[in-house]
């Protein structure tokens, strides 16, 4: 009788849990974060929603370990934890798409983690962003081209020095 390999059930179990969650909201003690970067050793940097915008770091519960991962720019469910300086909260959960469009359609999703950011705001965007345009400097290692006018103004002094 073959048996499977204990990591194999494992991350079936998890994807399992994933697939069949019932969205429930986070509780008081829970917040939800954004991944900045990963430290290694199962650290996660993430920030926090408020305007303040607090970076700490996370830890990846052994449930997770080896067969969940998370990139910069995912969303998480932490938990704080007592102990410990550097590292103050535990990954409680990974949200998924899904969980977002839940946690919008509920109200608790967190406002600067929007990906449709309010119309103020936007419009705010906008003016920056035509304010940047302008300060762009052109890229020195590709060669400048010249516009077509040039170029037929040369051909016909050309062709009238032929003559």
Not at 36 to 64: D, I, Q, W
Not at 80 to 98: C, F, Q, R, W, Y
Not at 105 to 129: C, M, S, T, V, Y
Request: glycine share 2%; charged share 40%.
């Amino acid at each position: 009788m073959h048996r499977s390999h204990p990591s194999t059930t494992r991350r079936k179990h998890l994807i399992k849990e994933m697939m069949e969650d019932d969205y429930e909201l986070p509780t008081e003690q829970q917040q939800i974060v954004r991944v900045v970067r990963s430290c290694g050793n199962n650290l996660h940097e993430v920030e926090t929603a408020t305007p303040e915008s607090e970076n700490f770091l996370v830890s990846m519960p052994n449930k997770y370990r080896k067969n969940m991962w998370v990139k910069r720019g995912d969303f998480l469910l932490v938990e704080p934890i007592e102990e410990g300086d550097k590292v103050k909260a535990e990954i409680s959960k990974i949200l998924t798409n899904d969980h977002v469009k839940e946690y919008t359609k509920a109200g608790i999703w967190p406002e600067r983690f929007a990906k449709n950011p309010p119309q103020e705001a936007k419009a705010q965007n906008d003016d920056e962003d035509s304010d940047f345009e302008d300060d762009l400097t052109p890229n020195t290692n590709r060669p400048v081209q010249e516009s077509d006018e040039e170029d037929e103004d040369t051909d016909t002094e050309s062709s009238d020095e032929e003559d």
